[in-house]
């Protein structure tokens, strides 16, 4: 299963019409792109057999605004993950407390090193300020 989840506090369904559309234009069968409130139950509609979602892909959900929130969204990633989930995070960095979330994401998930110069769209390139992060799901 691979998930496109989009956080509406800000009430902007727009970027769940644009996943899910994304997933359709580039053939992913096994996909979905949904509303999710973080820390809230997660329905098993997300889940593949394996009770986790494969592939979760999210965007621009730790800007510092969101600060509060940080525990329900790690919450949240770690419900919907199992050992081998695979999580890629493009986000502008904005404000150190970033930072913050990425350390103690790094308790449940190991970083993959991205080659930016060669491996990535040009939105990302090497003097971009997007960050790109891929992360998988360890064993706790």
């Given amino acids: 299963m691979f998930l496109v989840f989009n956080y509406l506090k800000d009430g902007d369904i727009k970027s769940v019409e644009l996943s899910a559309e994304n997933l359709r234009r580039n053939s992913v069968v096994d996909g979905k792109a949904c509303i999710l409130l973080w820390g809230e139950d997660t329905s098993t509609s997300f889940m593949n057999e394996n009770g986790c979602v494969d592939v979760i892909v999210a965007s621009d959900i730790i800007a510092f605004p969101y600060k509060e929130n940080f525990p329900l969204?790690?919450?949240?990633?770690?419900?919907?993950?199992?050992?081998?989930t695979s999580l890629w995070i493009a986000y502008e960095p904005r404000n150190v407390v970033e930072a913050e979330f990425f350390r103690e994401l790094s308790l449940h998930f190991t970083t993959v090193d991205i080659k930016r110069e060669n491996q990535l769209h040009a939105d990302f390139a090497l003097n971009s300020p997007i960050e790109l992060h891929h992360l998988v799901r360890h064993l706790n």
Avoid: P
């Avoid at 990633?77 to 081998?84: A, E, F, I, M, V």
């Fill in 73 to 84: 969204l790690l919450k949240t990633l770690l419900t919907l993950s199992k050992t081998g």
